[in-house]
């Protein structure tokens, strides 16, 4: 199965701050057809997942552009330029590229 | 796009619990689904997906004792879950799509005698 590494566990932000959470594959992410199926998913507590990027970089419905992915291959990296208390929470990388799907374990975005 | 689910509850070890997502706002006969839990405390973990077309892929901890199914007349997704052990304790999302476009609240499975 593919393992998705997740960096760091937790970040520890200032509002208005920027962050970056590195999401490491065991194996190159992109599928046959040419595209990456690499996602990121802010769980807010108490709340369910949300999508928030889907392949790579493309913004779902309605995320701010204050969210950015990038990457390819092995390596992903979603930053958040100016962080607002609404980001606050878990975020995970997910694949979709190989079976199984799998996440990332998670990582804690906190207020310093 | 809504997804409910239900038919989470308390079930001893071994025993069976089947449950049901209910999909509304798109048309569900479209769209691969999958099932994804969350154990107290813990990160998210993949369980099971079925595709459109009634494909099925299982995450090997579930493999043999849960099934995912559909039935696009209902707009319902279901995941039986079999010979239920402590470690299948859990909230239950289900989701839309590869993408996990959309999710459920989910629904508590608690496994203990």
């Known amino acids: 199965d593919v393992v998705l590494t997740q960096t760091p566990v937790s970040l520890s932000v200032t509002l208005g701050d920027q962050a970056s959470i590195s999401c490491r594959s065991s194996q190159s992410l992109e599928y046959s057809d040419g595209y990456t199926y690499l996602e990121w998913y802010l769980q807010k507590p108490g709340q369910s997942p949300q999508l928030l990027i889907y392949?790579?970089?493309n913004r779902f419905s309605g995320v701010p552009d204050r969210f950015i992915g990038s990457g390819s291959g092995t390596d992903f990296t979603l930053k958040i330029s100016r962080v607002e208390p609404e980001d606050l929470g878990v975020y995970y990388c997910f694949q979709a590229t190989h079976d199984p799907p799998t996440f990332g374990g998670g990582t804690k975005l906190e207020l310093k | 796009v809504q997804l409910v689910e239900s038919g989470g509850g308390l079930v001893q070890p071994g025993k069976s619990l089947k449950l049901s997502c209910s999909a509304s706002g798109f048309t569900f006969s479209s769209y691969g689904m999958h099932w994804i839990r969350q154990a107290p405390g813990k990160g998210l973990d993949w369980v099971a997906y079925?595709?459109?077309?009634?494909?099925?892929v299982y995450a090997d901890a579930v493999k043999g004792r849960f099934t995912i199914s559909r039935d696009n007349a209902k707009n319902t997704l279901y995941l039986q879950l079999n010979s239920l052990k402590s470690e299948d304790t859990a909230i239950y999302y289900c989701?839309?799509?590869?993408?996990?476009?959309?999710w459920g609240q989910g629904v508590m499975v608690t496994v203990s005698s």
């Open positions: 989701a839309r799509q590869w993408s996990l476009d959309y």
């Open positions: 079925i595709s459109s077309s009634s494909g099925t």
């Open positions: 392949e790579v970089s």
